[in-house]
């Protein structure tokens, strides 16, 4: 059977969806969710209900086999008030009696608006790339400069993603930060981070895909703060892959695998202290010379030093001939002063 269509703005999309359903802003008034059947019937009634939305407007591609409700093709039932121009485009339009199973979303995509209505998508994503595609697009059109306006728009999008499954959340988090658009990085790990059961649902495969491409401490710190140290704190993320990181060629996982281990000890990042896991990390970048690394195991031992001095301290009198010298003056201050310099 073709697929079918359904056509929402991006507000109610995020308002209606559940951890396996996504459910219509009128499906309780209208008993049914409205479908089109064929692209010339989806475009007008785009044109009819959306030519004036001032959101996104997404179109959700069906495949009828995986619904799990019934799906009748009967006489169109158009909104009081509405154009009515699609009406002609079909004798009958498929109607949904009941919430759309999120399996049987086959693709979505943002419809683009050109010359008083709508294009067809060249391609269609899945729903969490698709969604992520939709706030790269506000990233990059400067919706939200600046750490305040990042994270306003990341509330309101935390508060639609409810409901939503934590796999659909790190999928739309992994696709935002391949994308790359300024703020991504910051904007994705929140969404996963403030999401009900995100972390409870990560896995190696999502924490590679948070992380995309390392290229500066500032992506380093985010990933590992925000995504890796949580899910290692919590046990998603294996010692054995963090230790796997010790052994990149690449600086930035080697400092990964440091910072991963500050949310193990920092009370504010959920941390109740690990001086064992937090030891074993660093004896192995000891004789690691690379600054970013230095820098990154002198934060890891201070950040396990507030909850285990007596272990910071004893790990830098017997390793006090292999530490860098900018290490062992922070942590010796650290460990006299409470501070980080003297």
């Not at 409810?162 to 969404?191: I, M, Q, T």
């Amino acid at each position: 059977m073709s697929p079918v269509f359904h056509l929402v703005v991006e507000s109610e999309l995020l308002a209606g969806l559940g951890a396996s359903h996504y459910t219509p802003a009128r499906f309780a008034e209208d008993g049914f969710v409205h479908c089109c059947g064929t692209r010339e019937s989806t475009l007008a009634v785009a044109r009819d209900y959306f030519g004036g939305a001032r959101e996104p407007v997404y179109l959700l591609e069906l495949e009828p086999k995986k619904l799990d409700a019934k799906l009748v093709f009967e006489a169109p039932a158009p909104l009081p008030g509405a154009a009515t121009e699609h009406l002609a485009t079909a004798e009958t339009f498929p109607h949904v009696y009941g919430p759309l199973a999120l399996r049987a979303v086959s693709g979505a995509a943002r419809l683009e608006s050109r010359g008083g209505g709508f294009v067809w998508p060249e391609r269609f994503e899945t729903l969490g790339e698709s969604l992520a595609a939709g706030l790269a697009a506000r990233l990059r059109a400067g919706e939200a400069r600046g750490l305040e306006a990042l994270r306003k728009l990341r509330r309101s999008h935390s508060r639609g993603l409810k409901k939503a499954s934590g796999k659909l959340v790190l999928e739309l988090g992994g696709a935002l930060v391949a994308g790359g658009a300024p703020g991504a990085r910051v904007l994705a790990s929140e969404l996963v981070l403030h999401h009900p059961t995100a972390l409870d649902e990560i896995g190696v495969r999502d924490v590679k895909r948070l992380a995309g491409e390392l290229a500066s401490w500032g992506d380093v710190d985010v990933f590992a703060c925000m995504i890796a140290g949580q899910a290692f704190r919590d046990g998603q993320l294996s010692e054995r892959e963090i230790l796997r990181w010790t052994r990149s060629r690449d600086r930035w996982w080697r400092r990964a695998a440091l910072v991963a281990t500050v949310p193990l000890n920092v009370r504010a990042q959920g941390g109740k202290g690990d001086s064992r896991r937090t030891l074993r990390i660093c004896r192995e970048l000891l004789a690691d010379s690379d600054d970013m690394v230095v820098k990154a195991l002198s934060w890891a031992l201070r950040a396990l030093s507030e909850r285990d001095p007596g272990a910071v301290r004893r790990f830098v009198e017997t390793h006090q001939n292999q530490l860098a010298l900018r290490a062992l003056r922070e942590l010796r201050n650290k460990l006299r002063t409470g501070r980080k310099s003297g």
